[in-house]
């Protein structure tokens, strides 16, 4: 219908297979069963998102969008040279991010149709870093030749260094999506106890330590994060406690309350068929970490599953936190270097809930 929304996935069931072959990650043209041009996209017959639409054909398509994805960013003046530079379907690029780290432009990939674009992509930036995971590979149908890592980078956000490893490090490297929420954290840990719990590489106790937090700790399983976070102390010449432990058996076993406590787990819903264990993940989490935090004190959750919705979220944090009260100052999401299309909410995907706890 005229002025209808439509989503840039289209699901394989919901596609017409074609009349003749058309080899996987090709852009073809699109129409609905009335014949009505719905625009380009990457098809994948063998892929459960069949179809990933980039909207009306153009010439140079991928390098215009790139070119003004990289304006856009030019024009934010973030204060940092750590920053997303293609956010997906966010600029009209599904199945593309790029994250700018330093000199680096660490490029992941999550639909076959980049993999045949690829040197076109590399082509707009000096120095690149190509990856994907491998169950996207696997859901792709393709395998992603070997790259060897560049050397790690040192690079700066609001006054405080991190140390990006691309050998050892998730997704592109680093987490620039909490770029102003590590700002907001580190303002509201001035002289109180800290407390991070799934702190990856430091990102949040770095920042609160670096901002006179009176003590900090910080908790984590990944032993390759923890050896980041801890040349990431060194580097910012701040103290953290940081232990190699299971979030879950630290939360059940310490008693020590805090006056600001950070939940930031990874991702724990990846497809629809992980969002009831993944929501029982998060209630467990939010349910042990609240009750670190001391009366009056600060909780800051965080879920960066798109296919959890921001009230689905706050419904698992009332609930799960329903015998202490929670009193909401503030709800936030990614930076501005990660636009969100009306057309594919889920890529607002990054929510965090501020609150005093009474």
């Given at each position: ?10 699901f394989r ?7 003749k ?16 041009h ?6 994948n017959?063998?892929s ?10 153009q010439?140079d398509l ?6 003004k994805?990289?304006e856009?960013?030019?024009s ?19 199945g593309?991010?790029?994250?700018r ?5 660490s490029?992941?990939?999550?639909s ?7 040197e ?14 491998a169950?996207?590979q696997e859901?792709e149908?393709f ?10 980078v ?13 050998a ?6 680093f987490?620039c999506?909490?770029?102003e ?10 002289g109180k106890?800290?407390?991070?719990l799934?702190?990856?590489?430091g990102?949040f106790s ?8 009176g003590?900090?700790?910080?908790v ?6 923890l050896d980041?976070?801890?040349q990431?102390?060194?580097?910012n ?6 232990l190699?432990?299971?979030?879950f ?6 008693r ?13 819903v ?7 264990t993944?929501k029982?993940?998060y209630?467990d989490?939010n349910?042990l970490?609240?009750q670190?935090?001391?009366p ?21 944090v ?8 929670l009193?909401?100052?503030?709800i ?8 969100v299309?009306?057309l ?8 965090v809930?501020?609150a005093?706890v009474?």
């Open positions: 219908m005229p002025g209808s929304r439509r989503h840039l996935n289209f069931k919901m596609v017409v297979k074609p009349e072959f058309i080899r996987a990650g090709t852009i073809v043209n699109v129409v609905d069963r009335n014949g009505e719905l625009g380009c996209g990457f098809y017959p063998k459960e998102i069949a179809l990933r639409m980039l909207g009306p054909w010439e991928i390098e215009t969008r790139l070119k994805a990289i856009f960013r030019q934010l003046n973030l204060g940092s040279n750590a920053y997303r530079v293609c956010h997906a379907e966010g600029d009209g690029l599904p593309l991010v790029i994250d780290y330093a000199d680096v432009h490029i992941q990939i999550f076959q149709g980049w993999l045949k674009h690829i076109e992509v590399r082509g707009l930036f000096p120095k690149t870093y190509v990856t994907a995971d169950r996207t859901l149908g395998t992603l030749p070997p790259e060897k890592p560049p050397e790690s040192v690079v700066e956000e609001n006054g405080v260094a991190f140390r990006v490893d691309f050892k490090g998730h997704k592109t490297g987490f999506d909490q770029r929420n590590r700002k907001i954290v580190a303002e509201l840990s001035k106890t800290v407390l991070d799934c702190c990856y590489t990102g770095i920042a609160a330590a670096k901002a006179g937090a003590r900090v700790t910080a984590d399983m990944d032993e390759d994060a980041t976070a801890r990431n102390e060194r580097l010449r701040v103290k953290v406690d940081f190699h432990a299971d979030v058996n630290y939360c059940r076993q310490s020590e309350q805090f006056d600001v406590v950070i939940l930031d787990p990874p991702k724990l990846r497809d629809r068929d992980e969002i009831p993944g029982r993940a209630y989490m349910r970490a609240v670190r935090v001391k009056g004190g600060i909780f800051v959750t965080n879920s960066c599953s798109g296919l959890v919705s921001e009230p689905e979220f706050l419904d698992i009332a609930s799960a936190t329903s015998d202490r009260e009193r909401i100052f503030k936030a999401g990614a930076g501005p270097d990660h636009p299309s009306t594919f909410p889920e890529g607002r995907y990054l929510k809930v501020y005093v009474v």
